[in-house]
């Protein structure tokens, strides 16, 4: 149990379109999410928490508009990056914290971002 | 704010011998968990083990055991009977408890190789 599955895991898109990046819990409700953005052999950056039916919280230096987090239901968080650039290339990853027992995330599998 | 501190940015350990991971953080609550999390090359994040600070007993999991100092904030990760699959990066993380979802803070990853 306690499934995460992160969706597309590697995308390529050209400079100045829209990518979104889906993130679902498979077998339980996910009350909290969060994204993730990872440099390579760096940690984790958490870039905003996401509530379902209310807006997401970003840290700070995170740009809202670029970093759009959706978060319609228990099941489902997306992340859209828009007008990507070369500089937005990177590793992406999402969590999520079920509803009940509020005490281990589960991590989704990753998305490898391009922008050329 | 909380932090937490990997001081060693690379381990080594012998097939089968036992290696031991240091992590260090920082807070002034009381009521928290601690987790250690690996990412193979796969970049799947994987949990390994989690302590609840309420504990004294130091959680253990198969080969993978936890000092926990709680006075010290030490939370350092044991792995015994070392194999080639534990090679991977290894993220030592704190987390509030809030009483709801509460977001992770990462230390930035201790990379262990496993040798013949």
């Known amino acids: 149990g306690a499934v995460v599955s992160q969706h597309p895991s590697w995308v390529i898109c050209k400079s100045g379109t829209s990518v979104k990046i889906e993130c679902r819990s498979l077998d339980f409700q996910a009350t909290t999410m969060f994204w993730y953005r990872q440099f390579p052999k760096q940690s984790l950056m958490l870039m905003a928490t996401s509530n379902e039916g209310s807006k997401a919280t970003y840290e700070q230096g995170v740009e809202k508009d670029k970093f759009l987090i959706n978060h319609a239901s228990l099941t489902l968080s997306t992340l859209t990056v828009t007008s990507a650039h070369p500089e937005d290339s990177s590793f992406y990853i999402c969590s999520a914290i079920r509803l009940t027992g509020h005490t281990e995330a589960f991590f989704g599998q990753g998305t490898r971002l391009t922008v050329v | 704010a909380q932090t937490v501190t990997q001081s060693q940015p690379e381990m080594s350990v012998q097939e089968a011998e036992t290696v031991t991971l240091s992590c260090t953080y920082d807070t002034s609550e009381s009521d928290y968990y601690l987790f250690w999390y690996k990412q193979p090359p796969s970049r799947q994040m994987i949990l390994v083990i989690r302590?609840?600070?309420?504990?004294?007993q130091n959680a253990t999991e198969n080969r993978f055991s936890v000092n926990f100092q709680k006075a010290a904030k030490s939370f350092s990760l044991k792995i015994s009977d070392s194999q080639l699959g534990d090679a991977a990066m290894y993220f030592c993380?704190?987390?509030?408890?809030?009483?709801?979802?509460?977001?992770?803070?990462f230390g930035t990853g201790t990379r262990l190789q496993v040798t013949l």
């Open positions: 302590q609840e600070a309420y504990k004294q």
């Open positions: 993380a704190y987390r509030y408890n809030t009483g709801t979802a509460s977001k992770l803070t």
